[in-house]
């Protein structure tokens, strides 16, 4: 595709329930990362792949949060038992490159929404 | 964490004028980049400064970098209407836990260029 995809681009789930995004990175992109972005702050890095392998997790704010890039393309964020502090616009980024300081190219987020 | 910090966290100009937008890092560097959101979408690469440059032009951008003082800024001439939107800095962290680098945004300034 033209860009980076994500979807759904909203998600509501209730308290406790596991939800599953999806990031579709441009082809040929290496790189690929997970950012979460709180209303009126900056995006915090969650995660990043290389091809298929994860190589940075240390975002991950816990072990609820789990991501994977199986083939090396499409991504997906899976959050189990979620909390009300999940809610936020998660971002998903890849880059051309190998290098984490390249220019990223943004998809437009899913917004999750924890009743 | 955020390494970079905006300054000011919110700017409202007439359409012609020059908006002018700092950022502050903490750690050294190999590149320090501007991103554009608008509200809802994803970020869009705007410029990359290396840390031996000391400016940078492209198109009405100007971005400055001053690394024995840690700042940088954005310059935008002869603003529109359509330059409203939040703009963030970001550079690469250096992760102790992990031995890699991240790429690190700052919180971000709302601009809104009034018609």
């Known amino acids: 595709g033209a860009g980076v995809s994500q979807s759904p681009r909203y998600k509501v789930a209730k308290r406790g329930q596991d939800v599953a995004l999806r990031c579709d990175p441009i082809?040929?992109?290496?790189?690929l990362f997970w950012y979460q972005q709180a209303l009126g702050q900056g995006p915090e890095f969650l995660t990043y792949f290389q091809n298929e392998a994860q190589l940075d997790k240390s975002g991950l704010p816990s072990d609820r949060f789990f991501a994977e890039r199986p083939e090396g393309s499409v991504s997906t964020l899976k959050i189990q038992r979620t909390q009300q502090e999940d809610s936020a616009v998660y971002l998903c980024a890849s880059s051309l490159g190998y290098r984490v300081d390249q220019p990223q190219h943004f998809g437009d987020g899913t917004r999750l929404s924890i009743l | 964490s955020q390494q970079g910090e905006e300054d000011p966290q919110a700017l409202s100009i007439q359409e012609g004028e020059n908006a002018t937008m700092n950022c502050s890092y903490k750690?050294?560097?190999?590149?320090l980049q501007w991103y554009r959101q608008n509200s809802g979408r994803g970020l869009v690469h705007l410029i990359l400064i290396r840390s031996n440059e000391r400016e940078k032009h492209s198109g009405r951008l100007r971005v400055t970098l001053d690394t024995s003082k840690k700042s940088s800024s954005l310059l935008i001439t002869a603003s529109r209407a359509a330059d409203t939107a939040s703009y963030f800095c970001a550079t690469d962290e250096h992760i102790e836990e992990t031995s890699g680098s991240r790429l690190t945004f700052g919180e971000g300034t709302q601009l809104t260029v009034n018609p």
């Open positions: 750690t050294s560097i190999n590149n």
């Open positions: 082809s040929g992109h290496v790189s």
